[in-house]
């Protein structure tokens, strides 16, 4: 169907997360809110079929208007599907493809199943690989866990190192909970100094569960013992910006950090859907054929259709789409109106808006606390961070001079620890007296 033919017209470009293998996984990982969606589909052979993944490739180009189209794989596990079915994808997009279009493939996965075969393909067409690591061995083992509650970090480890081999571009995707999450600069410093990474996704476990204790729809105000709490996810993020934008800008990319920059920057989107003000463009489709609003409400209230009875173009494109971006700017509660870094949250996901605002209201974001922190925590660097590109300088400039302020800060409080009396609060701003803070070890 041409562009022109679709009632209503999708976004110029929209980021799609195809579901190859359904729910289905090699892994049992205790956090996954994708496991309990086999559910939805009891008894199926969660394995998608030739005509669904032609009508998906067809649809994908056909709905866009851009000459970029991102084909992006997740899970579940979609390396279950075989090598053989990229290569089909692969020749989809180049029967179908217009003049002048390129495409980039991506796929996320956990890499445990990833072998020569893997590496040599997914080089040879310049996919892109996200790989799930939560931390080193002890920290990745506690929830990523394989059917026997076996540990994974040596399988999924020795997947990276082949993404390596073959010289594959690849990020990493770490899921912060209640574990990783109290130990920020292990994580990353892990990934920076140990696995030579880049590029890094930090996104925060929060597992929504209802009155029976399930996660199959985004329902409920309670959380598993899981989840990330919400200050502990501010102070990780805290945790790791510091040590970014005293080390490492311009070296390792770190996903939160950029996004937020471009909403410093006041660009038009962050390229991150959680800090957009509006959302809708990254639909999630079934192995089915069935397409859902999002990856994180994969639930028959939010279901679409199907690509195999209504084009996929439509269905984007659709006035219920449309109400469910729109309604994560509408149904702000009024404290969020008001917060001075609105402009950087703009509420966060919509799947996370679950607790009552101060004044009663619905919809306040349970990890507010957190992101609060963090975005008046960085308010500073990512000024100067704006500042420096804005003026056309690189954003390794900034380096440099965080450390001037350091070292500024640190005589000032040599000076105000040899003022302090030992009854008086510590100047560092702990709260402590000094005596049973900095002034515990003097002389």
Same mark, same amino acid.
């Given at each position: 169907?041409?562009? /022109? =033919? %679709?009632?209503?017209?999708p ?24 496991? /309990? ?7 199926a $052979? ?11 490739? $067809? *649809?994908? %180009? ?17 390396t ?9 994808a ?66 999924? %480890? ?11 571009d690849?990020n990493? &995707? ?8 109290d ?11 140990? &696995?030579?990474?880049?590029?890094? *996704? ?8 209802? =009155?029976?204790? $399930?996660?199959?729809?985004?329902? !409920? ?10 200050a502990?996810?501010g102070?990780?993020?805290?945790a ?7 080390? /490492? ?5 770190? *996903? ?6 471009r ?7 962050s ?9 809708? +463009? ?6 089915n !054929? ?11 209230d ?12 439509e ?9 469910f971006?729109? +309604? ?5 509660p ?16 919509p799947?996370n808006r ?18 609060? =922190?963090?975005f ?7 000024s100067?961070?704006?500042?420096? &590109? ?5 954003a ?21 620890? =040899? $003022? ?8 560092c701003?702990?709260?402590l ?11």
């Open positions: 169907m041409p562009e /022109d =033919a %679709i009632p209503h017209a976004p110029d470009r929209f980021h799609l997360l195809a579901k190859p293998a359904g729910a289905a996984c090699n892994l049992e990982c205790a956090y996954c809110f994708f496991l /309990d969606k086999a559910a939805l589909y009891p008894g $052979r969660t394995r998608m079929a030739d005509d669904v993944l032609e009508a998906y490739i $067809r *649809q994908l %180009i056909e709905a866009h208007r851009s000459e970029c189209v991102t084909v992006a794989w997740q899970g579940g596990e979609p279950l599907m075989g090598v053989d079915f990229f290569r089909r692969l020749e989809l997009e180049e029967r179908y493809k217009r003049p002048g279009m390129t495409f980039e493939n991506t796929i996320q996965t956990n890499g445990t199943l990833l072998d020569d075969e893997w590496g040599a393909f997914l080089k040879e067409h310049g996919f892109l690989v996200g790989i799930s690591v939560d931390g080193p061995p002890e920290l990745h083992d506690a929830y990523r866990v394989d059917k026997a509650g076996g540990p994974t970090s040596a399988r999924t %480890i020795r997947g990276l190192r082949l993404l390596q081999k073959y010289g594959v690849f990493i &995707l770490t899921a912060v909970n209640r574990v990783n999450g130990h920020p600069l292990e994580v990353y410093r892990y990934f920076r100094d140990e &696995l030579k990474a880049d590029w890094v *996704q930090f996104i925060p476990v929060v597992e929504r569960i209802d =009155a029976d204790g $399930r996660r199959l729809r985004q329902e !409920g105000d309670t959380v598993t013992e899981r989840s990330v709490l919400p502990q996810w102070s990780f993020l805290c790791v910006f510091d040590e970014w934008v005293r080390h /490492d800008v311009g070296v390792m990319f770190v *996903q939160t950090f950029e996004a937020t920059l909403n410093w920057l006041r660009l038009p989107t390229a991150m859907c959680v800090f957009d003000e509006t959302c809708g +463009a990254a639909p999630a489709l079934e192995h !054929g069935d397409l859902y609003s999002c990856d994180h409400f994969v639930e028959p939010y279901l679409l259709g199907s690509i195999r009875e209504q084009h996929m173009g269905l984007v494109g659709s006035l219920s789409q449309r109400a971006g729109q +309604a994560k700017a509408d149904d702000l009024s404290c969020c109106r008001e917060c001075d870094v609105l402009f950087a949250c703009h509420g966060e996901c799947k679950f607790v009552p605002a101060p004044g009663g209201e619905p919809g306040l974001n349970y990890l507010c606390e957190g992101y609060k =922190a963090f008046r925590h960085v308010e500073p660097p990512m100067a961070l704006a500042g420096l &590109l804005q003026r056309g300088r690189p390794e400039e900034i380096m440099p001079l965080i450390r001037v302020a350091d070292d500024r800060r640190e005589k000032t409080l040599e000076a105000a620890f =040899a $003022r302090a009396g030992r009854n008086d609060p510590c100047p701003g702990s709260g007296k000094f005596k049973r803070c900095h002034g515990s070890t003097a002389g």
